[in-house]
Every structure is written in C-alpha cells, then in structure tokens.
C-alpha cells in the first residue's frame, strides 16, 4: 500500500486477555517503530526494528508487551494480561533507513480500550 | 533524562490572527522535528530542522531552530481553521532515531 497500515482501527478487550496489534509499513522499509499515545499526550516511544532484529527495546513498559517482525516487513505488537492502564492509541511508523534525520511515516494507529 | 516541553498545551484564536508555539529542552538535539495530528491520524511531518538557527518556512508556517539546538518555534502567521489540530515537536538524539516527544499543542482556530 502507498502508507503505513496498522490493523485493527480499534481494539476493545477484557482485562487480563491478550491482544495482537499489527502493522504494515510501507514497502521497502527497512526501520519500523513503535510508539503508544494517550489522550492529549505525545507519543511514547516503545520499540525500534532494523530489519528483524529489535534495536532498541528500550520503551516497553514491561514484560507483557512483545513485538516482533520476523521477516524485516510486517510487525506484530503482543501485549499479555492485558490492563485497564495499557489503553491508548498504538502507533507504529517506518522510515527508508532508519538513519539520521530520515522522515518517518505514520499509520493511524490502533485505538486499545481495556475493560 | 531529556525532555521536551511544548507551551501552551492549549490554544484557542480567531482565523486571520498570528500564534508562536514554543518547545523548550535542556539538552541538545541533532535534529528537531515538527509535526501535525488531527484526531483519529497519526502525526504528519512538517519540517525537520538540523542547523542552530536555521529558519524554514511552509506557506504560513515559520520554523527556527535554536543556536544551541535545544529549542525550537512554530509561528503561524494569519491562521485559519484548517489549521486546527495538535501540533507536536520531537527531538532526535542520534540514537536510532529514538524520538523524545514535546506533549503537543492543541490549537484551535475559530471562523
């Protein structure tokens, strides 16, 4: 596609289940991000991807949240015993190279409501 | 810890009127980046700015970066409407593009 994508639009689940938000970059991509943002806030900076490897993990809460790009294009992020807390917009972004300056393109992010 | 602060968190003026946005930090940025979210969207990049006291213009929108490259400004001249929405301002330290977020700017422009 010509833009990020990110899949579901809106996520409702129940406290303590697990959720997979996914999101597809734009083709040729090779740095995938993700950020979570709340109400009113910026977004918070979670993971980085070069390629498939994680390069800095650095922003996941903790170790219920998981993300994944096994094959350097699609990236999942996992988040286990879901809580009421974890609600916000998840956003992932890529960019060409992942390099200084280079722009990076936003999707328009999966709304998460924890019940 | 770096951290951007973006004034004023809020901000409704009359179309035709002029706004400064301000994002201030005490640490130095090899970049800055601003950028425009309405509601239900992601970001949008508006400008990037790399130099100490570089100056870019976008139609209405005047970007500066400051000497020191720690601060940064967003003035919009004549607003009008479809200006509205959030406008965010985030620093690239270098590492892995590992952006620190301002906690944005919501503008309102009234017709």
């Known amino acids: 596609g010509a833009g990020v994508s990110q899949t579901p639009s809106n996520k409702v689940t129940e406290k303590g289940k697990y959720v997979e938000l996914r999101c597809d970059p734009i083709s040729g991509h090779t740095a995938l991000y993700w950020y979570r943002q709340s109400l009113g806030q910026g977004p918070e900076f979670l993971i980085y991807f070069q390629g498939t490897g994680a390069a800095d993990d650095s922003g996941l809460p903790n170790d219920r949240f998981f993300a994944v790009r096994p094959e350097g294009s699609v990236s999942t992020l996992k988040i286990q015993r879901t809580e009421r807390g974890d609600s916000a917009v998840y956003l992932c972004?890529?960019?060409?190279?992942?390099?200084?300056?280079?722009?990076?393109?936003f999707g328009q992010g999966t709304r998460l409501t924890v019940v | 810890t770096q951290l951007l602060e973006q004034s004023p968190q809020f901000l409704s003026i009359q179309e035709g009127e002029n706004l400064t946005v301000y994002c201030n930090s005490s640490s130095v940025f090899s970049s800055l980046q601003w950028y425009r979210q309405e509601p239900g969207e992601g970001p949008v990049l508006l400008v990037t700015?790399?130099?100490g006291g570089e100056v870019k213009k976008l139609k209405r929108l005047t970007f500066q970066f400051g000497d020191a490259r720690k601060d940064s400004s967003l003035h919009i001249t004549a607003a009008q409407p479809g200006d509205t929405g959030l406008y965010l301002c985030?620093?690239?330290?270098?590492?892995?593009?590992?952006?620190?977020w301002g906690l944005g700017t919501s503008l309102a422009v009234n017709p």
């Open positions: 972004a890529s960019s060409l190279t992942g390099g200084l300056n280079t722009e990076a393109f």
């Open positions: 700015v790399v130099t």
């Open positions: 985030a620093g690239d330290s270098g590492n892995n593009r590992k952006l620190i």
